[in-house]
């Protein structure tokens, strides 16, 4: 079996992007006898959907997890649930900044992540990396790219999982600018490792409240 | 027209509910050339949905508009989005407290707000009353409700607009547990008035930003 | 007896100061038998305290209470102490942006209100004004004009008592810049009537936690 | 030269202290020809500051830096100011919790650190060490020993320099209490080396501002 694992570039003024800076230490790694492939996506509307649309049929995987940074986090938080629209509050790294237009025009509303997210949270923390569900992976890029992920995996019959998980700042990046929160790479990397294993290994997602009031 | 607006009792302790105190003050108002009728609903999850459904068919308003404490924001927030999950974190006021199980099994995965919301955060705004489009509503008897608006207002073939508004704390609540934002009644109660009143005379919604980058 | 209640022009790009919009409502108010009398002072360094200097020795007032706009901030904040320097981390009315300067080169390190903060608080509470204690007045020029207000007062052998309120944004700042905790003029006023009642009339402040754990 | 670094034994329900687990990593350390040598403190009142005297009189350090854990912050702290009043809004280890008691009666209302903290924070910063001055030790007990250490070198000329950093939860705190910022201890003790090295090697602190407006 082969797992699919994405990055988006740098963006918003930022020189480096975790998600990708992770996913680096990640590639060619066996994880429960299946290798991980990694691929660099744009963050740009369209583009980054394509790219990934381009790596799933090259590559064949699985599981699929895209990763991507939610500056202000302050666990990993695998999401819950993409929603159908782009509402875009600073332009991506090809100045499209859209509002209130759909991701797919004919599209569903809202697609489910379809990774055990509950569980990946609970191993996460089992092993002391701070993580918990997340109900909104916004309405910028990071939930553009989880709503198409999601829709072509639907168009395909759902034979593979997938789903995003969003990490917080590294702390050089805190260092720059400070007054965020910010994890080591090394604990986001160890959560994806778990992630995946979980994914890999997980049939029925468990039992954890991961819900908010509002 | 009619107007129908709904608030919660109090629920997680409380002895009030901000939603309940504010609707009071709009009963039998005319806004719009439109009659304002409104509607406690009990914090349980189903009862709530089927009491409002019984309420829409009583009075049959052109509007509907559900309004609930979000005890933690610092402004009002219309609701862009309804999840068909629940997922709650205490229990509800007759001690449901399920996990991941679907409002509606059959339904879909999300429905949109059919109030124009960007426009109503926008005349708030202008009238200095604090708010923002929220793309949360949890997924606590909050969202249960207004998931259950919305599919109501779907199957009935849309003929009504309908959504979710939620509001802060009031003053008193939070003098009681300090440490968290507070809006003070006449605000609330002037915020529902604009939301109330450019539900019924706005066609087509604005372009505004609302969105989140995570 | 006389009190005196001073607020800050305008600052940090805002066209209202929450302060001085309050302090007007209170201008000629009997309080207790006492007659409330306000001054505007600059939001600039030494000319504030100045202002006040002059202000002080004019009306000869028992109680003094030096109001300013704490963005950010959800509650009405009486000030426990101030400390003996500038760190400016924004320029102030004319410009200045001091690092680490002192504001008294032969002053006490702090001085702590002589207001009796708890019992403010408290009957703020009691009468559903949301209060709490802060244990910091920031190093711009509130913390500054706080320093010289108790500089002065210890100087004349505190005949006279004298302190410093935070308030929060109103809610048309807030409205402007959406993402921020307000409070309405009515509340804020209403908390510096009661915080100016309890000065005059209590002698002994009351043991209620206003701590902080770090 | 010798260099005095002090930890807390675990506090408020917690089975680790992040502060303790970094200094136990430090000890013995040669870092700028001087041997760091560690001691763990009681999280007592008084207590506290009777152990840390000892241990100054025991081993006749150039440098005395206490660390403190600090819930909820998502930066290493450097404190700025130690205030002479204990306002515990929690028990200590022993059950006090005083209410606005001075810890030395007849002490001065506020000491400065003696450390280099701006540089601190400067160093800190371009090693990719989320750092920030803070301004509030609070009113517990880690502002209790600051308090103390500051006033014990006070008595003895200041021949001594010394201060308080506050460092963050670390990942398997949080990973046990979701919902706050962490910090790796790694990263905790790359930051305690800096501060270390900084306070061995500075005579002067730079000019970085590190003030608030509130």
């Given at each position: 079996m082969k797992v699919l694992v994405t990055g988006f570039d740098p963006f918003g003024g930022e020189s480096v992007n975790p998600a990708l800076e992770a996913i680096k230490k990640l590639d060619g790694r066996i994880i429960a006898d299946s290798v991980v492939t990694i691929c660099e996506l744009p963050t740009v509307?369209?583009?980054?959907?394509?790219?990934?649309?381009?790596?799933?049929?090259?590559?064949?995987?699985?599981?699929?997890?895209?990763?991507?940074?939610?500056?202000?986090?302050?666990?990993?938080?695998?999401?819950?649930?993409?929603?159908?629209?782009?509402?875009?509050?600073?332009?991506?790294?090809e100045g499209n900044n859209p509002i209130d237009?759909?991701?797919?025009?004919?599209?569903?509303?809202?697609?489910?992540?379809?990774?055990?997210?509950?569980?990946?949270?609970?191993?996460?923390?089992?092993?002391?990396?701070?993580?918990?569900?997340?109900?909104?992976?916004?309405?910028?890029?990071?939930?553009h790219l989880f709503y198409g992920l999601m829709h072509q995996l639907c168009i395909e019959g759902n034979k593979r999982r997938g789903g995003f998980i969003h990490i917080p700042y590294l702390p050089e990046q805190v260092s720059r600018s400070p007054g965020q929160p910010s994890m080591?790479?090394?604990?986001?990397?160890?959560?994806?490792?778990?992630?995946?294993?979980?994914?890999?290994?997980?049939?029925?997602?468990?039992?954890?409240?991961?819900?908010?009031?509002?």
């Open positions: 509307r369209r583009k980054a959907i394509v790219a990934l649309r381009e790596a799933i049929f090259k590559i064949d995987p699985a599981v699929i997890i895209a990763v991507g940074q939610a500056g202000g986090r302050m666990e990993i938080t695998p999401e819950r649930v993409a929603i159908n629209i782009d509402d875009f509050r600073i332009k991506d790294n237009e759909p991701i797919e025009p004919f599209g569903l509303t809202a697609y489910w992540s379809t990774l055990p997210i509950k569980k990946m949270v609970e191993v996460m923390r089992e092993n002391g990396v701070p993580a918990s569900v997340s109900n909104s992976a916004g309405t910028f890029v990071c939930n080591s790479l090394d604990m986001i990397v160890r959560g994806l490792e778990i992630a995946i294993e979980v994914a890999l290994t997980t049939a029925e997602d468990c039992q954890l409240t991961g819900g908010t009031i509002c």
